[in-house]
């Protein structure tokens, strides 16, 4: 977090407002089929389409913002060669949703304390409400405001019992104003696990072994906070730490009932990562079997279970859950396992080749609820087969919504785009089919394909340009 003194010289007798503010509030999954946008989110450069466990961007350490997508990133549409590549999210999004840690809400605060709950009072008449706590400690550089044993008198009133700890943090703004957040219930123990953890901006590495110690800690504030560092981590970074945790704990917080089912998906995770064949059997057992009810953390268990299995696995998945998506809708399990499916591509060991992947997701593209996502993952993949498919499929009965009409032009547009960088390089052999279909998809919907290209070309330079900053 900041230092006071060097940031804020002269900071004597600030004056004191207050603001509401969460912590550890979950991204909401259940938004329509648009993308969640935020002021730190690349802009997908295929579009408004739903994406596999995308969530919105989570802000992280030092004020700096958590990109949450995969993104195309491209150049410019017509005229020039675009090189594409893929920009893989930040975070284990099949781990979990993403919250807003301790480590998050210090390290972009300017003050940090921890405090005793000492009174508050109600408005009343021309007095505003007010809360008062007691000092205990101060993270660093917030003491020479927050002097321990002191007083802070916030505005608003916020209730408690009598020598509850708080922690406070703070913002100093212009006219070194201190502009309070909402106080947050916590331990003693938990504050001394937030000011000793590593610093946000050190390697994952070590501060995922840091957290690995804290997992399933009777202190349920810090066992939450702790998991959540493991859902905000990469993936990649995951993998690589796994070894320091072992398999042998993870296997007994799957397996003991004290373990709240929403942390068993992050667990999953980690037993693919550092798991033997027995973990891989019984993994089996489970994605196999037929359940009426909503399984959480399914897509974290697939994934776990594909990074033990690789190609074998696959085929599993696809006959269990692709190959009768009807029987799988009723508890979204279709698309638990079409995210971890897709989430193989680009996290993990990389055991499936992509073009296995590839398979095991173009029969999806007719499905009502998940096509709009097949088709987008596979242009985000350069999969090209399903050029003229598609293009007979525009408008017809289940291909007539203007979302995915607006879906099919931009995977040909995208196709079009698909082509060397250098002047003498031969075109790839879908490179002509897809400008013939792109004219074509002009003629018959002008207005929503040129909006479809534009948009394209917009949002891929906007990609480009976040990726230099």
């Given at each position: 977090?900041?230092?006071?003194?060097?940031?804020?010289?002269g900071l004597l007798k600030p004056q004191v407002h207050a603001r509401p503010a969460t912590i550890w509030q979950p991204i909401r999954e259940d938004l329509p089929m648009s993308v969640h946008r935020t002021a730190s989110t690349i802009p997908h450069a295929l579009g408004d389409v739903p994406q596999a466990g995308h969530h919105a961007a989570v802000s992280h350490g030092r004020k700096c913002g958590r990109i949450n997508l995969f993104s195309l990133v491209g150049l410019t549409l017509?005229?020039?060669?675009?090189?594409?590549?893929?920009?893989?999210?930040?975070?284990?999004?099949?781990?979990?949703?993403?919250?807003?840690?301790?480590?998050?809400?210090?390290?972009?605060?300017?003050?940090?304390?921890?405090?005793?709950?000492?009174s508050a009072r109600a408005e009343k008449g021309n007095q505003g409400a007010v809360s008062?706590?007691?000092?205990?400690?101060?993270?660093?550089?917030?003491?020479?405001?927050?002097?321990?044993g002191k007083t802070l008198t916030l505005p608003g009133f916020h209730g408690g019992e009598k020598g509850a700890f708080r922690l406070l943090t703070a913002d100093i703004e212009e006219g070194n104003r201190i502009r309070w957040n909402e106080p947050l219930e916590i331990t003693e123990a938990c504050w001394k696990y937030a000011v000793e953890a590593p610093?946000?901006?050190?390697?994952?590495?070590?501060?995922?072994?840091?957290?690995?110690?804290?997992?399933?800690?009777?202190?349920?504030?810090?066992?939450?906070?702790?998991?959540?560092?493991?859902?905000?981590?990469?993936?990649?970074?995951?993998?690589?730490?796994?070894?320091?945790?072992?398999?042998?704990?993870?296997?007994?917080?799957?397996?003991?009932?004290?373990?709240?089912?929403?942390?068993?998906?992050?667990?999953?995770?980690?037993?693919?990562?550092?798991?033997d064949d027995g973990d891989a059997d019984r993994l089996e057992a489970d994605v196999q079997a037929e359940s009426k009810t909503l399984r959480l953390?399914?897509?974290?268990?697939?994934?776990?279970?594909?990074?033990?299995?690789?190609?074998?696995?696959l085929s599993l998945v696809v006959d269990r859950y692709f190959a009768r998506p009807s029987d799988a809708d009723a508890t979204n399990e279709l698309g638990d396992a079409l995210k971890a499916v897709i989430w193989c591509?680009?996290?993990?060991?990389?055991?499936?080749?992509?073009?296995?992947?590839?398979?095991?997701?173009?029969?999806l593209y007719t499905h009502p609820a998940h096509g709009e996502l097949v088709i987008t993952t596979l242009a985000r993949w350069k999969d090209w087969s399903m050029l003229d498919?598609?293009?007979?499929?525009?408008g017809q009965p289940g291909f007539e919504a203007a979302s995915t009409r607006r879906c099919i032009a931009r995977y040909v547009a995208a196709a079009t785009l698909d082509r060397p960088t250098e002047k003498k390089a031969p075109a790839p052999p879908h490179l002509a089919e897809a400008e013939k279909s792109l004219a074509q998809l002009k003629q018959r919907d002008p207005q929503l394909?040129?909006?479809a290209i534009k948009a394209l070309q917009r949002e891929a330079e906007e990609a480009a340009a976040a990726t230099t900053d």
């Open positions: 977090m900041k230092r006071v003194g060097q940031e804020h010289p017509a005229g020039f060669a675009v090189v594409w590549t893929v920009v893989p999210g930040v975070g284990c999004e099949i781990c979990g949703q993403p919250t807003l840690t301790l480590a998050d809400r210090i390290g972009q605060s300017d003050l940090a304390v921890l405090a005793r709950w000492v008062v706590f007691e000092v205990v400690d101060a993270a660093e550089g917030s003491s020479e405001v927050a002097e321990v610093d946000p901006d050190t390697e994952w590495h070590e501060r995922l072994v840091y957290y690995f110690q804290f997992l399933e800690n009777p202190d349920v504030l810090i066992a939450n906070d702790a998991h959540a560092e493991i859902v905000n981590a990469p993936t990649d970074d995951i993998a690589r730490a796994a070894t320091e945790l072992g398999p042998d704990r993870i296997r007994r917080w799957l397996q003991s009932p004290r373990t709240p089912a929403v942390r068993k998906g992050a667990y999953w995770v980690l037993l693919g990562f550092c798991g953390g399914l897509q974290g268990q697939i994934f776990g279970y594909l990074q033990l299995t690789g190609e074998r696995g591509h680009s996290n993990g060991n990389r055991r499936i080749p992509e073009t296995s992947l590839q398979a095991a997701l173009r029969p498919e598609l293009v007979q499929k525009y394909v040129d909006g």
